[in-house]
């Protein structure tokens, strides 16, 4: 039995990757950050005490910016595969909280490469990369288009990804970056702009909301659906040798075509209900990213399945299912606001 390490095992790509590992027959370990509210709810399908026999899916408490907790782990998992998932991953509040950004998202990848060498584990490493790191470059952006980052979070990205690479060539180790273009689900989370746009056209067609406030909707963004690109990283494992590998449909669509399509999937026109809050702006954008990816098709033999209309439709009905159920993740006195202007949407 095959034995996996990931990091972010609680978000959106974690909880689609840990589903995938069990099924092909791992023992899956997952690090949780110690908090006093629960985030694991992406695994709750998944969980059994670790108590029974059965059980192959067992959380761990550590942090990428604690070495020591890192140590002991691998130490006594001893992980055949590790996937680094984790990190502060929202770029607009990278700019607010650029050196914690920093520490998890680009020391932590260091940190983790680190262990292993020193561990002397013959384990295989998967860095989570992202299509931030091209920034202004000209699209389509393939594994040869220069980087040219536009956020604390793309740098931090770019920081793990070169430090990923340079391991393995300076000792040998097997070593990958997967630099994967936007993926979503209905796990996404709730301030990434299509989750928000799902959610709040469910909303608004149910009366719970009114207005959806937005930043640039020019933005186009290569798009596509999440479980279909863990199955990439874990490809990337599986090869003779170690490289790096862009993941993506090939197809851009800006935030005004995921409005288009969430709000007609409701049958409301966003117009009469999207409002811009410039607080939502970045100090610097990022405006055309798609990908190239003729390298993830020949040598991992990987294709995307669903479409962009598809992706959109999925995570509106599951909008409306929820609230169906009664399912509000949410506090509505919070929903909306950027992070700032929390305390004076509680007070």
Known sequence: ???????????????????????????????????????????????????????????????????????????????????????????????????????????????????????????????????????????????????????????????????????????????????????????????????????????????LQEKLYLGNMEARRDWGYAPEYVKAMWLMLQQEKPDDFVIGTGESHSVKDFLDLSFARVDLDWRNYVEIDPLYYRPSEVDHLVAETSKARKQLQWHHGVEFPELVSVMVQAELEAIANGKQLMCDENRGFPPDRLSVAAS
Not at 95 to 111: H, K, N, S, V
Not at 136 to 159: D, V, W
């Open 1 to 207: 039995m095959k034995r996996a390490l990931i990091t972010g095992i609680t978000g959106q790509d974690g909880s689609y990757l840990a589903e995938l590992l069990l099924s092909k027959g791992y023992e899956v370990h997952g690090i949780k950050r110690r908090s006093s509210s629960f985030n694991t709810g992406r695994l709750d399908a998944l969980y059994a005490d670790w108590h029974q026999k059965t059980a192959r899916m067992f959380l761990h408490f550590a942090d990428l910016s604690d070495p020591s907790s890192l140590i002991r782990l691998l130490t006594e998992i001893r992980p055949d595969e590790v996937y680094n998932l984790a990190a502060q991953s929202h770029v607009r509040v990278s700019f607010d909280i650029p050196e914690y950004t920093c520490d998890i998202t680009a020391m932590g990848a260091l940190r983790l490469l680190e262990t292993i060498r020193l561990l002397s584990l013959k384990t295989r490493f998967y860095q989570a990369s992202s299509s931030e790191m091209f920034g202004s470059a000209p699209p389509p952006q393939g594994e040869m288009t220069c980087f040219h980052p536009r956020s604390p979070y793309a740098c931090a990205k770019l920081f793990a990804h070169s430090v990923t690479v340079n391991y393995r060539e300076a000792y040998g180790m097997f070593a990958c970056s997967g630099i994967l273009f936007n993926h979503e689900s209905p796990r996404r989370g709730e301030t990434f702009v299509t989750r928000k746009i799902a959610q709040a056209a469910a909303r608004i067609k149910m009366g």
